[in-house]
Structure formats: C-alpha cells, structure tokens
C-alpha cells in the first residue's frame, strides 16, 4: 500500500477546499447591505406631494418607502412585516374612513383592490420584498385624471393613414415572423451619468390564427437557453420564466409589454401601442438598416415623446423609439425590428422548447447550475476548481500506480518436469 501514497495524498489535499467551502457555511454571515440599498432607492426618490399623505394613510411600521413620479401617475412603495390580506384590510378600512370608494379594478389589475375620490384612483397590490422574504412589498399606484396628458393638437392626416395601414397589415397577416433587439439607456439627470442598461433579444413566430411562440433573451445577464418563452398552440398557452411552466389565460394580456407592445398588433382590432399615438406630425423619409422608412413622431397616453419607423415597403414597424421620464431621470428605449409577413414558418420555429433541442428538465438543471457558478464568490470558485483538480489527480495517480504495480508483479511459469 505504500506504492499508492503519492495517490492518497492528493486525494486528501483535494477534500481540504470543499471542507472549507463547508465549513464557512458556519461562519457568521455578512449584512445583506439593507441600509445601502435603501439609501440609494431614496436618493433617486421624490417626496410624496402633501395632498397624496393627506389622502392615503401610510401603513403602520412601512419601512423602505419610496416613491416614483411618471407625468400622470405617482407610485408609493413600501415594506411591512404583516401578509398580504392584513395590508388590503388595512387599505379597505383607512381609505374607506377618509371618503375611498372602492371600485372594480381593470382586468390588468384583479390581483389587487382598487377606490376612487373625485378625480383620483388608486391601485393597491402587493409583490415579494425587494430586500428580504420576511417582508411583504406594498404599491399604491395613483392616478390623477386632472394631471394626465390631453392631446394640444390635432394628428398629421398622411401619419393616421399609415398608422392605421400598418396595424391592418399586423392584424390580416397569415404568418408573422421577426427578430427585435431592444436597449434601454439610462440618463441621470442629477450626476449627467448615462450608461445601458439593458439589452434584450427577441424571436417571435406566429401562425394564425393560433400558433404562437415568443422567446426573450436579456443579454447583459445571459443565461442557458431563453430568459423566456410565451407559447400557444390552440389548445393551451405556457410561459416558461426563471425556470418555470405556467399556463396562462389570455395571450394578448401576456404580451401587453413585450416588444413595446407589437406582438399584440396580430391579435387586436383596436388601435394599441405603440401605434395609438396622439399628436402625430407629419411623415418624414429616413433609412434604417438600410430599409426605407417613414418616421412619424406623436405622443403616447402619458405626455411621452415616441418615434415611429415604418417600413414603407411592408408596411410593418422597423424602429421605436421612445423616452420615458420617471422622477429627474430618462430612460430612452430603443427597439429594431427585422420582420416578415405571410412567409412560410417552420414548425421547429414554433415548438416551446425554451432550451431548444435539449429536454427542459436537462436544460433546468444547466441553468440552475450556470446561475449558482455565477453568484459563487471567488473564493469558492477557485476552491472548488483546485479541490476537484487534486483528487481527479489523485484519482490518476492511483490508476497509473495501480497499472505499474500489475506489470511489475512476477509471473509464476508452472514447471512441468515436476510429477
């Protein structure tokens, strides 16, 4: 056994980094770095205007309370250690006291309670805390009819005319396919700091009137297979996001905010974004991507700058543009599309796989295990990578010993004189 020492000891050495890995388990963990987070979420957040404290009560104990300003309507989030049926009891009964009347919500709203007074209404729903799961986060989404946007002027007659041609072409079109890349850019109005950020990829395949696939890739934080996928095939609707499969009720409702909206164009006889704009100008001739366009500038329902480029030869969206204001900063969003219409779509095209030919239950375990390598510290990086080497070179050194030690041995010949 002592041939095999040199083995042994590297496999002894190579169980030394995961013991430590183990063993840190024990040790006292760091602050989540609640307070700095904090800080920086109220460093970009307004005060809530005094006529909104005087209307709304504020939850007993809220902490974490921060507050967005987009023209038209004011959010309020806070944190509370209470469920999520104590905080809309809570709102039933304040907002009842203080001359709330509660309201059906909208259907984009059901999983919330919903009052109205005068001229305002307010959503109240609750979401999973941004800081800790012992916490329930509170939203109270407020809109003021008085302070939403009212169109100055009347739209541009040639921009309404290819408007309404381009949503004719998205809702008649017997197949649809396209691939949309979109950034998001980020301007601090206070520091004069811009920077991306985010980009996502999109893929959509469609057959009418009910074969659907949709797949999302966010590439500033990729990960295995698709971020996410909507997929319909006439008998059912599946999301798969996070690794998850649900199924789903409606697929326009599911894609109100993808792709600024266009996927829902196919499905629609109204007029929706980003295409129900107001105060549309006159139609101008620009190239993008070498495609030939019509850029149309208008407004959307909030006041918001959106700028349109139609593809003058399919009559479908090639580029929007559009800037958003929350609070003193902007964020300009950008979306490319290159599509087609009433071409022949694949069936591989429209199969849900979110991990393309690889089963999904493979696919999740090699996601689950990029995301962990990702968020692993260095540290145990780099003592997972050293201990894994040591004993697969212990492993090795065994095997090689093990094989010389065979060859070695002396090979007894039966002598045949004897008897």
Known sequence: MKKYWKGGLLLLCGTLPFLAVYASRFLPAEEPGYEKALALLKEHSPEVPAELRALIPEYPGATATTATDVQGAFSIYSEVTDTAEQVFRFYAKELAALGWQATPCKEDEKKGACYTRGSVEVYVYTTPSLFSAARTGVVLYIEDAARQFHPSKENDPAAETIITAVAETYRTCTTYRDECYEVMRFHNSGSGVAFIDTIREYKTAFVRPAQFRLSVQDSM?????????????????????????????SLPDSLEYMQQGVPRLLFSEELLAPLNLSELEHPEEEVVDGVSCHRIRGKDAYGQEVTLWIDKNQTLIKQVKRTEKVNIDLTEITATWKAQVDVPIEAEELAFRPFGRIPIPIGLTLRDFQATWHWTPLWIKIAYLTGGSLLLAGILAILLTWRRVRRERPVTVADTTVG
Do not use: P, Q
């Open 221 to 249: 934080h990729k990960s295995f297979g698709s971020t996410k996928v909507i997929h319909a095939d006439g008998y059912g609707i599946r999301e798969y996001e996070h690794g998850e499969v649900s199924e789903l009720e």
